[in-house]
């Protein structure tokens, strides 16, 4: 890690960038509307891919590694040729910016290139739970000599052994998948104008010496009339762009902002919150998160309250207290939470979801219905550890047996279902407090004291030196990861915590992404818990090369997967998006900058030294209201300027600095080095730092 002093220079070149006029960006022009060039766009996948989704609509199209295009129904199969032979397929397969999701690539064959661009939007009203995509295809002769280029579109059914099939998809294949030309009533599967209207839309050029042409089609994500498409494709493909464009600015202007200096990590959040946006659904009246545009089209509670977490993190209030209430469904008559057979840790991610999602910013006025909900569960909990405390077992006390069929991988008692029923106990004492039923909420607090007593026995009891899977010392590392944070089942100074961050990272090489299974199976958020953990610990360096590698673990729509090899970098059937992994970097970087999950509002925990050339963080959600925050460097000073809270401030220092003496008050020195307190009512702060002992020059 770098010295703070090399910040000192740096001020004047983030001025200097400052000058720039936002939005352009070279080789895309304002906003993203000029040229743009996909395969210039990083990827850390080996196999190219993208979806083509949008919020509330239960299908989403999967531009594929071959160029094509999926929905689960029926397969695009996109055939562009030279003089006969054909195209290879994508390199990249890019969203602008690497967050707008305007999907973009490119396929050659010989002269010809061809440029593909596909946007996709909602279906018009009635319709609300479809989407219908703007796929333009340009190809251009880029040689000296005139070439013949042909352009084959074919509807088909999905492939033989396909990644994934949509769950409303009919189990037999459509008799007859064929392209709309007019204005029928008949319904079809696409839309192209002048075509035979058949299973193929077909169109052959003769192309001279720097001639170009292209063809506009529309695909639904449901068979519709093909007059209702044609009525749709009479904006033209540009004009559904800048709709495109329009929607998701504003969405991410509503949302908390983060001017950092930094564009990757910049565009990153905002491809995470596309991601996070479009993983919801309607059932019924109310919205759920799903797991997945592709495969993981279900509601698992993981990784909902994950996504309802990150959400808002971000400031979609609104939308996190919506998918809250939709997980409501999925609580038992005795009181559990299960949307996936035998994974018991989904009551403890219930409660702390409705705790995330009801108490930031400040307690919500609706949220009676949840904190009901959350009371009867631990009451369920303690009704289990009655029965076990009773039955004289050995690990009596804890959660039963549970066979998740994912995760541990493992039928045993698991360390992470207690681990998230200690946090769902702290967030129903919580929700109970903010309600005003305080001898509840201290009843609550009394029964997790005594689990925490409970946990720290049993792990006594065991022969591991961290944090085992299961409290019979098998399965994979999955639940257990999350014992420090956010579980808090542990303090994030436990040695066990260290010894289990060390046993995980080293299989991998150091701090970063944790491995699965096997040390080459790569796992995007399995272990981003433990970066938080490792910020909270006073390990920012590890916190940081956390964020390294997921801001590297991405593909070229700024999105990420689940899980991966880290030799080959194939995704295999695992596709990306994933809205948990996007949830962990969102998380991630909020906590660097920006936690309060105690009763102390903690400010640049894990701040980068690039960010301490100036950052700006507006509209960001805590437990004492909406709050800005904005620091940097000035000289050898760190200044910090936020809204102020009625709690004390923790300001920790930019990275390898100390202050230059006693700080000035009303600051006092913190419980480490290189952390300052502010008290309640304080809004600005000014250190004068020196470099810490063994810091770098």
């Known amino acids: 890690m770098r010295s703070w002093q090399a910040l000192i220079p740096l001020v004047a070149a983030a001025a200097l960038a400052a000058s720039i006029p936002s939005g352009c960006v070279p080789g895309i022009g304002p906003a993203g509307q000029g040229a743009f060039e996909p395969d210039s766009v990083p990827d850390a996948y080996a196999r190219p891919t993208a979806a083509l989704m949008w919020p509330d609509a239960t299908r989403a199209f999967q531009v594929t590694p071959a160029g094509d295009l999926y929905n689960g129904a029926w397969t695009v199969a996109i055939r562009p040729s030279a003089d006969g032979e054909p195209a290879a397929g994508p390199r990249v397969i890019a969203y602008e910016r690497r967050w707008m999701p305007v999907a973009v690539w490119t396929r050659r064959g ?10 996709a939007l909602p279906e018009p009203a009635p319709r609300d739970s479809g989407l219908l995509v703007s796929l333009r295809i340009e190809v251009a002769n880029r040689g000296a000599i005139e070439r013949s280029a042909r352009l084959s579109l074919e509807l088909g059914p999905p492939p033989d052994d396909p990644v994934f099939v949509a769950f409303d998809a009919p189990e037999a294949a459509a008799p007859r998948l064929r392209w709309g030309t007019g204005a029928g009533r008949d319904t079809v599967e696409g839309w192209c104008q002048e075509t035979p209207g058949g299973a193929v839309c077909e169109r052959t050029w003769k192309l001279p010496p720097r001639a170009t042409r292209s063809l506009r089609v529309v695909l639904p994500a449901y068979p519709t009339p093909e007059g209702s498409l044609a009525r749709w494709a009479r904006v033209p493909h540009v004009a559904r762009l800048a709709e495109a464009r329009a929607h998701w600015t504003a969405e991410i202007e509503r949302s908390t902002r983060f001017d950092l200096g930094d564009p990757e990590v910049e565009d990153a959040l905002r491809a995470a919150e596309v991601v996070l946006l479009c993983c919801r659904e309607r059932r019924g009246d109310r919205w759920v998160p799903i797991g997945g545009p592709f495969q993981y089209r279900d509601v698992w509670l993981r990784d909902g309250a994950r996504l309802i977490h990150a959400l ?23 009181g559990p939470f299960l949307s996936q057979r035998g994974q018991l840790d989904g009551t403890g991610q219930a409660l702390w979801a409705f705790e995330q999602a009801y108490l930031r910013p400040g307690a919500g006025p609706d949220a009676a219905p949840v904190t009901d909900a959350a009371r009867r569960a631990w009451r369920w909990c303690e009704e289990q550890r009655r029965v076990g405390s009773a039955s004289g077992m050995r690990f009596g006390p804890m959660l039963p047996f549970g066979e998740p069929r994912d995760g541990e991988l493992v039928r045993a008692q698991l360390v992470g279902n207690d681990a998230w029923a200690i946090a769902g106990y702290r967030a129903a004492a919580r929700l109970l407090r903010a309600g005003g039923r305080v001898d509840s909420a201290i009843a609550v607090e009394r029964a997790r004291s005594a689990y925490l007593g409970d946990f720290e026995r049993a792990l006594g009891r065991t022969r591991s030196r961290d944090l085992p899977p299961s409290w019979q010392e098998i399965g994979l590392d999955w639940g257990n990861l999350a ?27 150091g701090a970063g992404l944790c491995s699965y299974a096997t040390p080459d199976s790569l796992h995007y958020y399995l272990g981003a818990d433990l ?27 700024g999105a990420a997967g689940e899980i991966f090899s880290a030799r080959s970098r194939d995704y295999g ?15 991630l970087v909020r906590h660097a900058l920006i936690f309060d999950e105690g009763d102390t509002l903690r400010l640049t925990l894990g701040a980068r030294e690039r960010w301490w050339r100036g950052a700006k963080v507006r509209g960001a959600p805590t437990r004492w209201g909406t709050i800005d925050l904005e620091f940097g460097m000035k000289g ?22 100390i202050a230059a003496g006693a700080p000035p008050a009303p600051l006092v020195a913190g419980g480490a080095p290189g952390v300052v307190l502010a008290p309640p009512g304080v809004s600005s702060a000014a250190v004068t730092l020196r470099a810490a002992p063994g810091a770098e020059p």
């Open 483 to 509: 014992v420090a944070w956010p579980c808090d089942a542990l303090p994030a100074s436990d040695p066990r915590c260290a010894a289990l961050a060390r046993r995980v990272w080293a299989v991998v090489g």
């Open 312 to 334: 808002g993190l971000l400031g979609r209030t609104d939308e996190a207290r919506e998918l809250a209430e939709g997980l409501a469904a999925f609580q038992w008559p005795q």
């Open 573 to 587: 059937r695992n596709l990306p998006p994933h809205p948990t992994s996007a949830a962990a970097l969102v998380t």
């Open 636 to 657: 050898d000073r760190a200044e910090w300027r936020w809204t102020p809270v009625r709690a004390w401030t923790a300001l920790t220092l930019p990275p390898g600095a």
């Open 110 to 119: 010989g002269d010809l290139e061809w440029r593909f661009s596909a946007v």
């Open 531 to 557: 970066g938080t953990w490792a910020l909270l610990a006073g390990r920012r360096a590890a916190a940081d090369s956390v964020l390294a590698a997921m801001l590297h673990w991405r593909s070229a729509s």
